[in-house]
């Protein structure tokens, strides 16, 4: 046991979160923060390509249409595809914070099976903020962005530094996104944070 609380609520004395003064206006697309991710990169033939849009406050939206490749069971969406398109767009909340954060605990409810080519309509929000920790949460309906609830999730991210992508990822992959311009333009934007 590490004794770490497994709570997704607030402490006593969290803040609500503070939307960075250069986050993208509300309706702006956020893109992705690097291409060859599963969640919003451009580059991966299978992934989600998630597509997320600011909006008031820390809240965004986001939708993501699940294909043939995302199935589980014939027809259906696996969850744990599901569980990343949820964990895709409460990581994108970060980026209106302008903090740099990793997913520390993601707890998910699936309430309704969700087919092959149906579009997931998502929005999330940040809950609350005590020091590295960030508080979420996030819903996505099917059958258009006031339909049924189909998944919900709430999520504990750590605040982490620029240096722990480069500690802990493969040489490789690191090697050339510090050698991309986009990559560089996204560090530097996280970096400028006082
Ligand atoms: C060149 C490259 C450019 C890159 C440009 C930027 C790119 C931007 C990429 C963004 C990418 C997002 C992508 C989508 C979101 C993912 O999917 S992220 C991937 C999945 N997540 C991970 O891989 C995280 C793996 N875990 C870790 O690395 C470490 O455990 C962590 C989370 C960094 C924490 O370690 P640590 O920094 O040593 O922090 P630690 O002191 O242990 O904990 C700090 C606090 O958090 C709490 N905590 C930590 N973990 C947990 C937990 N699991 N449960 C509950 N509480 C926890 C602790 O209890 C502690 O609380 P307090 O004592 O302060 O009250």
Not at 42 to 51: F, I, N
Not at 93 to 115: K, S, Y
Request: hydrophobic share 40%; net charge negative; glycine share 12%.
């Amino acid at each position: 046991m590490s004794g770490r609380t497994a709570s997704l609520s607030p402490p006593a004395g969290a803040m609500p979160p503070v939307r960075h003064p250069e986050a993208p206006a509300p309706g702006e697309l956020l893109g992705s923060h690097y291409d060859q991710c599963f969640g919003c990169g451009g580059a991966q033939p299978h992934g989600l390509h998630l597509e997320a849009r600011a909006g008031e406050g820390v809240s965004l939206t986001a939708e993501f249409r699940v294909k043939a490749a995302h199935q589980g069971a014939p027809g259906l969406a696996h969850g744990g595809v599901l569980a990343t398109a949820l964990d895709e767009t409460l990581g994108s909340l970060n980026w209106l914070l302008r903090v740099i954060a990793v997913t520390g605990r993601l707890e998910t409810d699936f309430v309704r099976p969700v087919p092959v080519d149906t579009v997931l309509h998502l929005d999330a929000h940040v809950v609350a903020v005590h020091g590295r920790k960030i508080y979420s949460s996030a819903t996505g309906r099917i059958g258009g962005p006031d339909g049924p609830v189909a998944v919900r999730a709430t999520a504990l991210f750590i605040e982490v530094k620029v240096d722990h992508f480069i500690s802990h990822g493969r040489d490789a992959e690191i090697k050339a996104a510090l050698a991309d311009p986009d990559q560089q333009r996204v560090a530097r934007a996280f970096e400028v944070n006082p």
